[in-house]
């Protein structure tokens, strides 16, 4: 055994309470026959409690391919695709005003102005939840869509930071 593999299994050792075997199987590698023992002594992901299908004509308000998001805290969930978000119950429940699209959830910014260089095409959505601060992230890369291919071309990335775990506390 080499010195990092030995003082890993002391780690292992210490957290587990159980040894590790640093014997091989004839021919074979020790360390993979050490993790193999390990990971049968490990948790393994617990099984899906309920499930449910993300509804809201998601797919055909946001084109394909839907570049799926989903977020999940301890009460709600936010799934996105491409320029759609949507926030459901943990029971699989759409809460109202959901979906929405980015254009209109980032509207009170006043980036979409109507003027030459507003924003008003938004894409590549993300989500999180911050399971320290209770809260969720989004967002998206938005731009001009007047300017797409030439040096006036604006990009903007907008971010929205929910006030509670639950979308309908509202967003900052």
């Given at each position: 055994m080499h010195e990092e593999d030995s003082s890993e299994s002391e780690n292992?050792?210490?957290?587990?309470?159980?040894?590790?075997?640093?014997?091989?199987?004839?021919?074979?590698?020790?360390?993979?026959a050490e993790s193999a023992a390990l990971a049968?002594?490990?948790?393994?992901?617990?099984?899906?409690?309920?499930?449910?299908q993300a509804s809201g004509n998601l797919a055909s308000s946001s084109g394909f391919p839907s570049d799926a998001q989903?977020?999940?805290?301890?009460?709600?969930?936010?799934?996105?695709a491409?320029?759609?978000?949507?926030?459901?119950?943990?029971?699989?429940?759409?809460?109202?005003?959901?979906?929405i699209t980015a254009r209109s959830f980032f509207s009170p910014l006043g980036l979409d102005n109507g003027s030459e260089f507003a924003i008003d095409r938004y894409f590549d959505l993300r989500a999180i939840f911050d399971?320290?601060?209770?809260?969720?992230?989004?967002?998206?890369l938005g731009y001009n869509s007047a300017h797409s291919s030439d040096t006036?071309?604006?990009?903007?990335?907008?971010?929205?930071?929910?006030?509670?775990?639950?979308?309908?506390?509202?967003?900052y």
């Open positions: 292992i050792r210490q957290q587990t309470g159980k040894e590790t075997s640093s014997s091989a199987p004839r021919g074979g590698d020790p360390n993979q049968a002594d490990l948790p393994q992901t617990p099984p899906a409690s309920l499930s449910w989903i977020a999940v805290s301890n009460t709600h969930v936010l799934v996105t491409r320029a759609v978000i949507a926030a459901y119950s943990k029971s699989g429940t759409l809460l109202a005003g959901y979906p399971g320290y601060r209770k809260r969720f992230w989004f967002g998206a006036k071309r604006r990009n903007k990335f907008t971010i929205a930071v929910s006030k509670t775990e639950n979308p309908l506390d509202g967003w």
